[in-house]
């Protein structure tokens, strides 16, 4: 174990090697014809194919507090990275990490290599590139992914008609932001759950790929339920209509915030990473005996905008419309 008085003495070169270019993630992979160690990644696309690309940003005290351990955050930034490859149906290719760092802490880039193995084995993405720089604590996640020409599944393309379905519970981790924030402490069986879908969001990559072909336009829930069905609404041209009572949602939201407060927390908290999409009705049997997890939580109907009804078919509507009720780490 390297000791801290070793600090200055790791170099950008050394740190790439030790951590990055000998992580498990950046072994040879399918596709890979050169990784890290050249000024660009070289990768092949199987004939026919299109290639996907996705980059997402996660700053220290913004996205996440400044004190994170690495091994979970690595886990999150390139889980929520992933999770826009699967939003359009990719099969993961491979990810480059830009990495700005206040210190180059051994411990910690261990900690956060041996994450980032874990989360790019579970996503099937080899590490291929990227850069190291010194200044406040931040992480850049470019996906790569690869799809049939012409089969991947865009925000665009629901038709009234459709059925409104999600790829699992919500709100899980917008419940966890406070016990994560120190701001709330909760029995280890309610915190256990909510915070592991916090830290470790399973991008939904497989159900991604079932879905070409079959649902008509899809994105990744990032910023909240409402607000990512607000995106699928206009992209489409069309209304939304979400049916309040049907909203999937773990017993350990329940527990934590009662049915009222867990069902906003569905519906405007953000991070979920579950997939919301837009479906014929007559896809829906053979992919739900697949994937069990998947929720009809209303429709797509002709209009515009997004509307949530009581089981009375009673417009509901919101104190806190977005994200900022859950305070101020998102972006
Ligand atoms: P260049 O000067 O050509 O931009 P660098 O010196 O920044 O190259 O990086 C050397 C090699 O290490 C490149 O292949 C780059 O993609 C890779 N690399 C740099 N930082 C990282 C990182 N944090 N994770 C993975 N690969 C990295
Ligand atoms: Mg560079």
């Known amino acids: 174990m390297p000791t801290s008085a070793e600090i200055p003495l790791l170099g950008e070169f050394e740190l790439i090697r030790r951590f990055f270019a000998s992580a498990a993630c950046a072994r040879p992979a399918a596709g890979v014809v050169q990784g890290i160690g050249d000024d660009c990644a070289l990768l092949a696309l199987p004939p026919g194919e299109q290639l996907l690309v996705s980059t997402?940003?996660?700053?220290?005290?913004?996205?996440?507090?400044?004190?994170?351990?690495?091994?979970?955050?690595?886990?999150?930034?390139?889980?929520?990275?992933?999770?826009?490859?699967?939003?359009?149906?990719?099969?993961?290719?491979?990810?480059?990490?830009?990495l700005t760092l206040p210190t180059a802490e051994p411990q910690w880039l261990q900690g956060f290599a041996a994450g980032l193995d874990v989360m790019?084995?579970?996503?099937?993405?080899?590490?291929?590139?990227?850069?190291?720089?010194?200044?406040?604590?931040?992480?850049?996640f470019t996906v790569l992914g690869r799809v049939p020409a012409g089969q991947a599944l865009r925000r665009s393309?629901?038709?009234?008609?459709?059925?409104?379905?999600?790829?699992?519970?919500?709100?899980?981790?917008?419940?966890?932001?406070?016990?994560?924030?120190?701001?709330?402490?909760?029995s280890a069986e309610i915190a256990g759950p909510l915070l592991e879908?916090?830290?470790?969001?399973?991008?939904?990559?497989?159900?991604?790929?079932?879905?070409?072909?079959?649902?008509?336009?899809?994105?990744?829930?990032?910023?909240?339920?409402?607000a990512d069905c607000g995106h699928l609404a206009s992209a489409s041209a069309v209304g939304i209509r979400i049916e309040l009572e049907r909203l999937p949602l773990s017993a350990a939201i329940l527990q934590?915030?009662?049915?009222?407060?867990?069902?906003?927390?569905?519906?405007?908290?953000?991070?979920?990473?579950?997939?919301?999409?837009?479906?014929?009705?007559?896809?829906?049997?053979?992919?739900q005996a697949a994937w069990p997890e998947?929720?009809?939580?209303?429709?797509?109907?002709?209009?515009?905008?997004?509307?949530?009804?009581?089981?009375?078919g009673q417009p509901v509507t919101f104190a806190h419309s977005g994200f900022q009720h859950f305070g101020s780490t998102h972006g």
Request: hydrophobic share 45%; with cysteine; aromatic share 4%.
């Open 56 to 98: 997402d940003t996660l700053l220290s005290g913004v996205h996440f507090p400044a004190s994170a351990d690495g091994f979970l955050l690595a886990q999150r930034g390139l889980a929520a990275a992933a999770s826009d490859l699967a939003a359009m149906a990719a099969t993961p290719l491979g990810f480059t990490l830009a």
């Open 256 to 287: 934590l915030l009662g049915q009222t407060r867990a069902r906003e927390c569905a519906l405007t908290g953000g991070d979920d990473y579950r997939l919301v999409f837009s479906l014929p009705p007559g896809e829906l049997a053979s992919l």
């Open 197 to 226: 879908r916090y830290w470790t969001p399973q991008p939904q990559l497989a159900l991604g790929q079932a879905l070409r072909g079959k649902a008509t336009a899809a994105l990744d829930i990032s910023d909240g339920l409402l």
């Open 120 to 140: 790019a084995k579970a996503c099937g993405l080899a590490l291929v590139g990227g850069d190291t720089t010194r200044g406040p604590l931040s992480m850049t």
């Open 157 to 186: 393309g629901a038709q009234a008609g459709d059925l409104l379905c999600v790829g699992g519970a919500l709100g899980d981790a917008a419940a966890a932001l406070p016990l994560v924030l120190g701001q709330t402490s909760s």
């Open 294 to 312: 998947i929720a009809v939580i209303g429709q797509v109907v002709a209009g515009t905008g997004v509307e949530v009804v009581d089981e009375d």
